[in-house]
Structures are given as structure tokens and as C-alpha cells.
């Protein structure tokens, strides 16, 4: 059994640049979670999404920022002309079930997005 | 204090003794979860404490949740130095359960 998968590990990207983020969510899973950690911070929540519908991105920075997870194919989170405080890492999480009483995360091991 | 804030932010003990973690949050929840997160690596999702339940075992955890004091403790008995790591309590808003806010974790390191 995989458990979620993320790729890269680490990415570095030079400001202005574009960073792409993957998430193969656990099999059977069809809820994805993205969250973003900053130094010495806990996990923010950025967006929910299922496949092909984005059901909350409250937490996305209005601008630069995108996610998508299409019908066949690993969750993608798009950050456009990066800056340097976009230096975080960047943690997906998938569910099988969505709003319910009952919702276990299992999360991947994160990309570590650095900026130059 | 935010919405799942952990403390103390570290605590050091010795091998075999017990440790004790604390989160308080400030919202309704349905749920409490406790991750662990060790040094550069993702979460690993320890245990879940729906909000109408008080405690909750796992191995050598112990979870309790007092809704009326909206706080929650983590105990690991019989401490190993593979339990070093930081650990995190994860609450949703009572409303969309998915949307967990973690705090800033609790650093643990056991000396063998």
C-alpha cells in the first residue's frame, strides 16, 4: 500500500520562476489537501480539492497561486514568478471520504520549495 | 493563543519516562488529531479523538480531550529516543472538518 506520494522532494527555484508540485494521493483516495509550512511554523490549510472541482481554496494567496486535480493524474500545485517568501514546504494530504464527521488525513512527505 | 497551539514548545526527558503534551484550541471541533513530525520529514498521523469521546489509547498513546476546556493532552508512555520528534495537534473549525489547523508542535527529544 503507497501511502501519498509527492514529487520533488526539494525544488529550487530562482525568483520569477515557475514551481510545480505533485500529488499522487493513498489508493482509493479522491480527496487531496494541500498545506504549506513555513520555518518554525505549524501546517496552514491552502485548498481541497476532489477530481476536477476545487471545494475550498480559502487558504490560496489570491494571486500567483493555483491547484488542480484532474480526472486522471496527480494533484499539481502551481506557484507562478515565485519570490523568496514562498520558500516553504509544501505538504499534501489525502482523505477517503470528504466532509463527514470523521476525516484522517494521511499526509505525503512534503516538497521543500526554496527560493533563490 | 491560536487555534491548536501545543505546549510546552520542548520538552527533554530520559528514555522510559513519560511525556505529556498539551494543545488548546479555540473553537468548536469535531475532531482532534495528533500528528508527529520528525526533523525534515512529513506527518504521521498518530491518533483521532472525535469530540465526544474524552480519552482514547494507542499503544503507549494516551489522548484525552476536554471539550469543556477545549484543550487536549498526548501521553507517550515508556519514552524511546525514536520518539523524538515534534508533535503537532490538528483541529478543524467544527464546521468544514477538513480544513485542520495545526499548531506550532511541541519538540520532543528523549535521551537514551
Known amino acids: 500500500n503507497a501511502g501519498v506520494m509527492q514529487n520533488p522532494r526539494h525544488l529550487v527555484r530562482r525568483r520569477g520562476q515557475e514551481a510545480r508540485l505533485r500529488c499522487s494521493p493513498m489508493k482509493g483516495h479522491s480527496h487531496v489537501y494541500w498545506y504549506r509550512q513555513l520555518p518554525e511554523e505549524g501546517l496552514k490549510f491552502m485548498v481541497y480539492l476532489q477530481k476536477e472541482n476545487i471545494i475550498d481554496e480559502s487558504g490560496m494567496p489570491k494571486e500567483r497561486f493555483s491547484a488542480e486535480f484532474p480526472k486522471e493524474g496527480p494533484s499539481i500545485l502551481r506557484i507562478q514568478q515565485v519570490v523568496r517568501g514562498d520558500s516553504a514546504a509544501y505538504f499534501c494530504?489525502?482523505?477517503?471520504?470528504?466532509?463527514?464527521?470523521?476525516?484522517?488525513?494521511?499526509f505525503g512527505p512534503g516538497t521543500r520549495l526554496t527560493v533563490l | 493563543s491560536q487555534q491548536g497551539e501545543e505546549d510546552p514548545q520542548a520538552l527533554s526527558i530520559q528514555e522510559g519516562e513519560n511525556a505529556t503534551m498539551n494543545c488548546s484550541y479555540k473553537?468548536?471541533?469535531?475532531?482532534l488529531q495528533w500528528y508527529r513530525q520528525n526533523s525534515g520529514r512529513g506527518l504521521v498521523h498518530l491518533i483521532l479523538?472525535?469530540?465526544?469521546?474524552r480519552e482514547k489509547h494507542s499503544g503507549r498513546l494516551r489522548v484525552t480531550l476536554d471539550t469543556s476546556k477545549k484543550s487536549s493532552s498526548l501521553l507517550i508512555t515508556a519514552s524511546r529516543a525514536a520518539d523524538t520528534a515534534s508533535y503537532f495537534c490538528a483541529t478543524d473549525d467544527g464546521g468544514s472538518n477538513y480544513k485542520l489547523t495545526f499548531g506550532k508542535g511541541t519538540l520532543l527529544t528523549v535521551n537514551p
Open positions: 473553537t468548536s471541533i469535531n475532531n
Open positions: 479523538i472525535r469530540s465526544n469521546e
Open positions: 494530504a489525502s482523505s477517503p471520504i470528504g466532509q463527514s464527521t470523521y476525516n484522517e488525513q494521511f
